[in-house]
């Protein structure tokens, strides 16, 4: 190993000592005696994984919330959640960074204000040993990044004070490239893992520290993980101030659960859904009505039936509207359960509760139903949600794969096999298109083994983008994604029909079959949640999801929130759904061979 020059290391030594942090040396105030049990429990620091000093509880009770308490958690979670990801002793993994934050919890709480706090968080800082200056250090590039990080806020000594603002960017400047604790890439997709986040199933609640802990993981994961943050659409740092007081104070369990779904319902996210156990989110019950219910212009429309016999003799007929339940109006249900329901879009938010609808006590309750021009009330009884199914999907009923006519094949992807799909392209050949439905969830992934049936040179039809361990918060741009040609090939025209069932993957399918040269895109707004899925543990034994990566088309186009372009947009109609028409599949029967009559096309896509 060569030798360093002595002058070398000497000036390297002088550059490391010239940056640790001033209040090393000066203590402006001693507003915080250096002798405080709190600071003095953080020096002789255990590794993140042998500290179980709060294993059964973290002794914090808050009922009341002063302002400037609010405020000051709402510093201290930022600066909390930064030093998770930017302090080479937390990046290590060299402490528990749950338990060190109930350790200065009740310091930050005790300050009477904003100075005697940015003292309190200095001191803190430094218990944490000094930054090494002498090491390779991260870089941005901000080339090909489609976010940067958010951290303005960290050169604010106005409101942070010069002594903390000074400590952040010198942590900022030193962060140690790639390494990471607390967060990891999934291999070969890069969407964010979080191999060492305990849920704390077995903490009891109320814990005003654990839900706190639970509030700031959250929100910082969202802030430095989340490829899609510039998209939330609320101001994401007011999102942690109005849900401080909310978290802190909840009494049970549930009250907890519900104020955290409220939490993830403003990431506006369809993935940012809850394991949600039974009672925590509206509405409550077992049990529901026997019928298939679809959202049309906000109103709930009867579309079938299910449990058999039971849902055909509950008195409601295909095209009722349902007004009201149990004397409740279904609009007033719909505002009062939206604020638990992470939704990219409204579409999606009113897909998933329009699922859940009817659910409430078992036995007998009571509609109010319009009927064309007559309003009446139907009673009738709610069956377990078991035996009542839970409708899902708006593709046609029957075979995976048929022709509609010698010219018209037709191909659902919720019951298809990847492993024939070979044999579905040469039974469409020689038809003049094929209509592939995505208004489902496909059961196997299609994206490459349909897709490359459909082109003749290699197309890309996506980017993608995935975090960066070394810079937290920035979001890099993938190579686009490919489709290559393979046989047999299908040169017909394609319609590919989507709606607000077509999600996730799905949204990801429909983006792949669209770059085929004549593919077009018909239906209306799907969910707008693309990406890999990520899962983030919560205290409490409750946990969520986020889309992990960015999906945009490959011009920069984005996809979350916005959903698949339509190329035609056509929606369900009261009067279609009566007539046991589906009206989107017609539209692309229409599109493929406009030469069928009307009442054929009708005929062929009868529910």
């Not at 212009?297 to 007004?323: C, H, K, L, P, R």
């Not at 109006?329 to 998933?352: H, K």
């Not at 010698?406 to 919720?414: G, N």
């Not at 029967?589 to 054929?600: A, K, Q, S």
Request: aromatic share 8%; net charge negative; charged share 20%.
């Amino acid at each position: 190993m060569a030798r360093i020059p002595t002058l070398l290391v000497a000036l390297c030594v002088l550059h490391c000592l010239a940056a640790l942090p001033q209040s090393n040396l000066e203590r402006p105030g001693h507003n915080i005696s250096i002798n405080s049990p709190t600071l003095q429990s953080l020096v002789p620091q255990e590794a993140a994984e042998s500290d179980h000093e709060f294993n059964s509880g973290s002794g914090i009770r808050l009922s009341e919330l002063t302002p400037l308490q609010i405020e000051n958690l709402a510093t201290l979670g930022r600066v909390w959640g930064f030093l998770k990801y930017h302090h080479p002793a937390i990046t290590a993994g060299k402490h528990n960074w749950d338990y060190d934050l109930f350790r200065i919890m009740p310091d930050v709480l005790r300050t009477r204000s904003r100075a005697k706090l940015n003292q309190v968080l200095a001191k803190w800082i430094d218990s944490l040993g000094p930054v090494n200056t002498c090491i390779p250090r991260a870089s941005l590039d901000a080339n090909g990044l489609t976010m940067k990080p958010d951290l303005g806020w960290i050169d604010d000594s106005s409101h942070l004070g010069a002594s903390l603002s000074r400590r952040l960017q010198l942590i900022y400047r030193n962060r140690v490239p790639g390494q990471q604790f607390y967060v990891a890439l999934m291999p070969d997709v890069g969407n964010p893992i979080f191999p060492h986040e305990p849920d704390y199933r077995d903490v009891a609640l109320p814990d005003s520290g654990f839900q706190l802990l639970a509030l700031f993981r959250l929100w910082n994961v969202i802030e430095y993980w989340y490829p899609n943050r510039d998209v939330v659409g609320d101001s994401w740092p007011g999102v942690l101030t109005e849900f401080i007081p909310p978290i802190a104070r909840a009494a049970d369990h549930n009250a907890f659960g519900r104020t955290l779904l409220q939490v993830a319902a403003r990431i506006h996210d369809s993935h940012a859904n809850f394991h949600v156990p039974p009672g925590l989110r509206p509405p409550v019950g077992a049990c529901r009505l026997p019928v298939n219910l679809r959202i049309v212009d906000e109103s709930a429309i009867v579309t079938g039936y299910t449990a058999g016999s039971v849902g055909q003799e509950s008195g409601f007929e295909v095209g009722d509207e349902i007004i009201a339940l149990d004397g409740v109006s279904i609009r007033e249900l719909l505002d009062g359960w939206a604020p638990f329901y992470s939704a990219s879009n409204n579409t999606i938010r009113l897909r998933t509760m329009k699922n859940l609808l009817t659910n409430g006590e078992c036995g007998q309750m009571h509609a109010e139903v319009r009927r064309g021009n007559a309003e009446f009330a139907i009673h009738a009884t709610r069956v377990q949600s078991s035996d009542a199914g839970m409708p899902f999907g708006d593709d046609l009923p029957g075979p995976t794969f048929r022709l509609l006519t010698r010219d018209v094949a037709y191909l659902k992807l919720s019951s298809a096999k990847a492993a024939d799909v070979a044999h579905y392209i040469e039974s469409a050949k020689g038809t003049h298109g094929m209509i592939v439905d995505l208004r489902n969830s496909p059961q196997e992934p299609f994206v490459f083994s349909l897709g490359s049936h459909l082109v003749r040179r290699p197309t890309a039809f996506a980017v993608s983008s995935h975090g960066d361990l070394a810079n937290p918060g920035a979001f890099e741009v993938s190579s686009p994604i490919i489709l290559n040609p393979s046989e047999p090939h299908y040169d017909g025209k394609v319609a590919i029909l989507v709606d607000e069932e077509t999600m996730s993957a799905a949204e990801f399918t429909a983006m792949a079959l669209r770059s085929a040269p004549n593919a077009i895109v018909l239906g209306s707004t799907t969910a707008g949640a693309d990406g890999n899925v990520s899962m983030i543990p919560l205290p409490g034994g409750m946990s969520t999801w986020i889309s992990g990566i960015g999906i945009f088309y490959p011009d920069g186009a984005p996809t979350q929130r916005v959903g698949i372009h339509l190329d035609i947009e056509v929606r369900p109609t009261v009067a279609g759904i009566r007539a046991g028409r589906d009206e989107v599949l017609e539209s692309a029967i229409h599109e493929i061979d406009p030469d069928i009559p009307t009442t054929e096309v009708q005929s062929l896509a009868h529910h």
